[in-house]
């Protein structure tokens, strides 16, 4: 069989439509940024970034569209305001890309890894690479403007040792051990994605239209604020500085530049980012304290995220995404 008859795979298909919804949703912000920015340096990078992802969302058309399957609806630039005046600056449309960049290389390489067909292999190869290129250029400008914020630095140790005594993996009672340089680095990482996501969430909650997502997006200021003061504890208790937030990067404007559903999905899709970064930190932690504190954490965001996803589909803006078939379904349907 010619391998580019064979049909797609669920996950193929899965990260297809993924794809399709976070590109669509990217280029309306994009496109904002793009029309409010003046730093002659960041603008071109925010152009680029537009460019690339309008080039994707193209691709995964014509990808759906030969695939003979349903090409998903997403966003468009109904979902945006052109002519609304600046609510972020753009140090954080800066953050921002980076982040798309940081979220693309994650998201396509996994993609890349689970591609079967060839197509979808150099697909997603092609993704990823230019998610890494976007990411390095940002991370360029970033360094140059003196707003890159490193991880903390920590003493290099005199020779190499071994771990003699159980009470490494203790925290609760006794005397704690300091942070080790993976546990710093994924509280850092942790940090800074809830302050970056904390500043998108306080320009949404003063732009948001309807009262309930209003709520909602406070919510999840204050479930943020709560992380990043549990994460900054577990820094000080190591004499270890706290990253910088972003808060002061979010103008007064009220005036709307997105569409409540937009604002909505984007912060749905932060907070599955951030679920999955905290099982990855859970998983990497030595420090029965530590695991614990992630524990409460990712039930807090769990709860959140579905509370997210019910408003979406109270809404009608919650997009169905490939499924396998209900059989039991079928049978119930074919009875009545």
Not at 83 to 105: C, H, M, Q, W
Not at 109 to 130: C, I, N, T, V, W
Not at 155 to 180: H, M, Y
Not at 233 to 242: G, I, V
Request: proline content about 4%; some cysteine; aromatic content about 10%.
């Amino acid at each position: 069989m010619n391998e580019h008859n064979l049909k797609l795979t669920s996950a193929e298909l899965g990260v297809l439509w993924s794809s399709y919804m976070t590109e669509s949703a990217t280029i309306p912000v994009l496109n904002y940024f793009c029309k409010v920015a003046e730093d002659s340096e960041i603008k071109p990078l925010l152009e680029m970034a537009l460019a690339k992802s309008t080039e994707h969302l193209t691709t995964l058309t014509n990808v759906f569209e030969q695939e003979q399957y349903p090409v998903p609806i997403g966003f468009s630039m109904e979902d945006v305001d052109l002519e609304a005046p600046r609510l972020y600056s753009d140090t954080f449309s800066l953050y921002f890309v980076r982040n798309l960049g940081k979220a693309g290389i994650a998201a396509n390489g996994m993609a890349f890894s689970m591609a079967a067909r060839e197509d979808m292999s150099k697909l997603y190869e092609h993704f990823l690479q230019e998610s890494t290129m976007i990411e390095r250029e940002a991370k360029k400008i970033m360094l140059s403007k003196g707003v890159f914020v490193r991880p903390p630095y920590i003493a290099t140790p005199k020779q190499a040792d071994i771990v003699e005594k159980g009470s490494f993996l203790k925290g609760w009672f006794g005397e704690r051990r300091s942070l080790t340089a993976q546990e710093i680095a994924h509280i850092f990482m942790n940090f800074s994605n809830n302050a970056l996501g904390k500043a998108l969430l306080l320009g949404f909650s003063q732009t948001v239209r309807s009262e309930e997502v209003g709520s909602y997006f406070l919510r999840g200021i204050e479930i943020a604020r709560s992380v990043m003061e549990t994460y900054r504890t577990l820094f000080e208790e190591s004499t270890l500085p706290s990253p910088m937030t972003w808060d002061t990067e979010v103008s007064d404007s009220t005036v709307p530049p997105f569409s409540d559903k937009l604002m909505l999905f984007y912060t749905c899709q932060l907070t599955a980012i951030g679920i999955g970064n905290v099982g990855g930190s859970l998983a990497l932690s030595m420090r029965r304290d530590l695991a614990a504190k992630y524990l409460k954490i990712l039930q807090e965001a769990s709860l959140y995220a579905e509370d997210g996803l019910n408003i979406m589909i109270k809404n009608k803006w919650f997009e169905r995404p490939p499924q396998a078939i209900d059989r039991e379904h079928l049978v119930k349907e074919k009875k009545q």
